[in-house]
């Protein structure tokens, strides 16, 4: 599959339903989206993943990463974050984190594939933070849980 990788231009429109996939809080996206630098990853002109990222003095923190259900499980994710992951070290930035739930065992195994070592645990972060519950995998989302790359 032939995709392209590119920062969001400042007029163009991030895909709601694709960001809400990755995070069900709408008001935590509000909060973090206009702070972030948005990449979108393209098949054929449409959007089939989003990532966003902050960078904050020498840390950058990956605040929400997903790929359309449809496209899932071909790659396309793996290369959203290995592009994040090289933009990241082209900043000069020495730390990248990335949080996730407990439940997300895909996720939690790509993180770890793309050289992201666990780091830190939020727990009951799922229950003080949604107001509804988290399932994924048959499991109950209660904590999250922090990864981090460190550059030399």
């Given amino acids: 599959m032939i995709y392209s990788i590119s920062k969001a231009q400042p007029d163009e429109a991030l ?14 996206i509000a909060v973090y989206l206009p702070h972030s630098e948005s ?5 054929d002109n449409q959007i ?8 904050k003095e020498q840390i950058g923190e990956i605040m929400n ?6 496209f899932q499980g071909q790659g ?3 290369a959203l974050l290995q592009h994040v992951i090289g933009f990241a070290r082209e900043q000069g ?8 739930g407990n439940s997300g065992i895909g996720q939690i195994a790509l993180y770890q594939q793309q050289g ?3 780091v830190a645990v939020n727990y009951n972060y799922f229950l003080e933070a949604y107001p509804q519950p988290i399932w994924e995998n ?6 999250q849980l922090v990864f981090e790359i460190a550059f030399s």
């Fill in 93 to 100: 930035l020495q730390r990248l984190l990335i949080k996730t």
């Fill in 138 to 143: 048959g499991i109950r989302c209660k904590h």
């Fill in 39 to 43: 990449f979108l990853l393209k098949v």
């Fill in 116 to 118: 992201f070592d666990l």
């Fill in 15 to 28: 895909p709601q339903h694709l960001l809400l996939l990755a995070d069900e809080n709408p008001d935590l």
């Fill in 76 to 78: 396309l994710g793996k």
């Fill in 65 to 70: 990463i997903a790929i359309e259900p449809a």
């Fill in 48 to 55: 089939l993943g989003v990532c966003l990222i902050q960078q």
